[in-house]
């Protein structure tokens, strides 16, 4: 039976228990708008409303509740039609513009197309969504009607998005309609009872369950606006919210002191100019304000969380422009560091945390993830990110008061990390509940033999050993700087033993590359992946293996025109359209890129940023999303979108930091005074790069990087304070 679902007749058809979208409807559109502040994000329609159909994220999300599951506006009974949608640079402000289509007024008025001018702005805060409705008369004659929005909260936990189902759920509570507001309330499994209160501020409005209604008299050539205010709350006291204009304006603010807004960097290419800008817009909007300083939540809309792993890789991406990311991050996770035991939560003393989770789900531990430690890469990234802190600040009062959360880690690699003694990282879930796979690329089938055998665990992935390798060498100078003399040999005593036995045991001659993985048995998993790239910036490779490497990873099979496939084309489980099975992942590039960082070959680095420069030209708003499908690049064709993938990502608009930082060689050593530039390459594409008021400890720095041929120039337009710039070519 076909039936027309009445809320949506025009716009959705019901079929049994499904729901389509006419194709001629303006629901059919599947691009959004996203906002994002703190533990608030909002996904609207280009229209500026919330529709329960389609890929069904989204609404109005807050620690992970859908506080707003529709938002439907009409004029007459008639939804608007869109004229445009912009979100403005620094990701702070929605526009909207719309108008009335051909209609008959309730009074048997004619009203032609395009007489009456919707326009739209939206803004999030903390926990409140801003909407001012701005309506002007272009006609002749006076409009008489009413604009009226209708809205839902399913208050559905981020994880029944995704599609989890459950046994039971909480209790609707009957909603509160008041004069000039309605509020929707839910009573949760967990006992907290969560509200969303609309409200208008328009003096003549009608309020019913579910809905307002705003009866608009508007004389020619005449204007009127108003406001809605949508919050989220669990009940904290009700506040009234602040004006428009005031929280617009402090909004700016705090776009304006944010640790991203220091450094200008401007290129002679406006392509590359759009996607440094865009890149920089979405980190400030993803950074959160903790306790412990500024994080950045992993992405829209799947993970607006902190993730571990993500908040560090981010972290190391900006530690050039950006060191107090870092040190926000590295305070965070010392302050979340597991203490003990906890089988569900995968959580050992010293591990660093994968993801903390705030929603209903995560509360009453029907997920395990409300404080989840599955990730066998977050405990020696944290300590890496510590060394690689230390030397771009020299901030030794910060690593002491560290210490003990590093010497936890330190621990955990040896004791818990390392299963069997064998010298190596590797990971095996505690229970049925946890991530099977615990390292970057976390899918199920994402570690195999060559044979498409998927690998029994204990899994020691390459890039692991790599991290760990890293971390041990950073570290023991810290150590050395703190008077731990003893620790710090024993650590470059560690590395070395480690070094050799890596090469042993994972390099594989045929491949002329690391074997993605050893698996239980010890056995090498002889896939050509990415993970390997992975190992170019440590040091655990020797010279002829990176080269080696290098010279795979830019080979057809493994390079789509965009970036580097996460496994290469004609492996067994190769497929383009997989999560980590063939697609590409800018953040996987950029710390590819990040090995050329010292060195004298830049061709990968400078294909690398090629590559994603021009994906960033492909891509809505310039944004590079979370993952690409990996197919060849085709001339005349954009890039194939993953379907669910995040955007915003965090890693991945921080990709642009990294892969510049790698192409220029700009290592900075503020103990030293200097700025080292190793070997600096760009592309064809970039002339001049730009950098202003670059930090070295109290002193700054503006540079101009020019390209001539195939060198690069730099000239140094300011320097304040003691700061020496080393060009080595």
Known sequence: MVQVKSALSKDVIEVGQHFYIRASSSLADDRTRVLLNGDTFAVFDRGGD???????????????????????????????LLLSSTIREDNVLIGVDLTNPDLVMPNGQVLARGILHIYRTKFLTERIAYDQITLHNYGEVTIEGDLSFEFEADFAD???????????????????????????????????????????????????????????????????????????????ADTKPA????????????RSISPLA???????????????RRSHADLMMMLAHTPFGPYPYAGVPWFSTVFGRDGIITALELLWVAPSVARGVLSYLAATQATSFDAERDAEPGKILHEVRKGEMAELREVPFGRYYGTIDGTPLFIMLAAAFYERTADLEFLRALWPSILAALEWIDKYGDRDGDGFVEYARHTDHGLAQQGWKDSSDSVFHSDGRLAAGPIALCEVQSYVYAAKKGIAAVARDLGNIRLAEQLDEQALELRTKFSSAFWIDELSTFALALDGEKKPCRVRSSNAGHCLFSGVASEAQ??????????????????????????????????????????????????????????????????????????????????????????????TLYPVACSPQAWAAGSVFMVLQACLGLEIQVKEGRVYLHHSALPESLEEVCIRNLRVGAASVDLTFERYGETVGVNIERRRGAVEIVALR
């Open 50 to 80: 919330v529709h329960p159909v389609g890929f069904g994220q989204q609404g109005i999300f807050h620690k992970e509740t859908r506080h707003l599951s529709r938002l439907e506006t009409h004029f007459c009974g008639e939804r608007p």
């Open 243 to 254: 004006p428009y204009d005031d929280a617009l304006q402090r909004m700016n603010h705090e």
């Open 158 to 236: 981020i994880f029944e998005v995704r599609g989890e189902k459950r046994a039971r759920r909480g209790e609707m509570l009957p909603g509160i309609v008041e004069r000039s507001s309605v509020s929707l309330e839910y009573q949760g499994l967990d006992q907290i009872r969560r509200i969303t209160r609309v409200e208008c501020s328009a003096p003549a409005c009608h309020t019913h369950e579910g809905g307002i209604t705003v009866p608009i008299h508007l004389e020619p050539q005449c204007e009127t606006a108003f406001t809605m205010t949508i919050e989220s709350r669990r009940e904290e």
């Open 262 to 276: 220091e450094v200008d960097i401007s290129t002679s290419s406006e392509q590359f100019n759009h996607w440094i």
């Open 546 to 639: 990176q080269r080696s490497v290098r010279d795979l990873l830019l080979s057809p099979a493994f390079f789509s025109g965009w970036g580097v496939r996460t496994i290469v084309a004609g492996e067994k489980r190769y497929n383009p359209m997989s999560y980590h099975n063939g697609s590409v992942w800018p953040h996987d590039n950029a710390v590819i890129a990040y090995g050329a960082v010292r060195s004298e070959d830049k061709v990968l680095a400078l294909r690398v940023m090629s590559g994603l420069l021009d994906l960033s030209e492909n891509v809505i708003q310039h944004r590079l999303p979370e993952l690409i499908c990996g197919f060849e690049r085709r001339k005349g064709k954009g890039p």
